[in-house]
Nanobody, 116 residues
Framework: QVQLAESGGGSVQTGGSLRLSCVISGKTWTVGPGAWYRQAPGKERELVARITRGGVPREYAVSVKGRFTISRDNDKNRVDLQMDNLRPEDTAVYYC?????????WGQGTQVTVSS
């Protein structure tokens, strides 16, 4: 099994920055692609960014492109999301995701709140 634990959420004002971290534990050698998703109140969960097993960013949501950066450090078993120039519409619960052995694994989520 694989466990994911997010940290780094919080409250910031418009234009501020936050860095989310996802620490992967358990059978880390089985983990493939990773990603960050988010879910705002009353909305469906959406993909924010995804990254390959080797640490190559593969996709960003249009709404975050140029402001967010996903990265991965396999030595530290971490997938991070650097969020800059935050906007109120970025307010959501952010979830770490990883695929391992054909299964989907999710973290518990971390709240990000951006005030105007």
């Amino acid at each position: 099994q694989v466990q994911l634990a997010e940290s780094g959420g919080g409250s910031v004002q418009t234009g501020g920055s936050l860095r989310l971290s996802c620490v992967i534990s358990g059978k880390t050698w089985t983990v493939g692609p990773g990603a960050w998703y988010r879910q705002a109140p009353g909305k469906e969960r959406e993909l924010v960014a995804r990254i390959t097993r080797g640490g190559v960013p593969r996709e960003y949501a249009v709404s975050v492109k140029g402001r967010f950066t996903i990265s991965r450090d396999n030595d530290k078993n971490r997938v991070d999301l650097q969020m800059d120039n935050l906007r109120p519409e970025d307010t959501a619960v952010y979830y770490c995701y990883a695929s391992a052995q054909g299964l989907d694994f999710w973290g518990q989520g971390t709240q990000v709140t951006v005030s105007s």
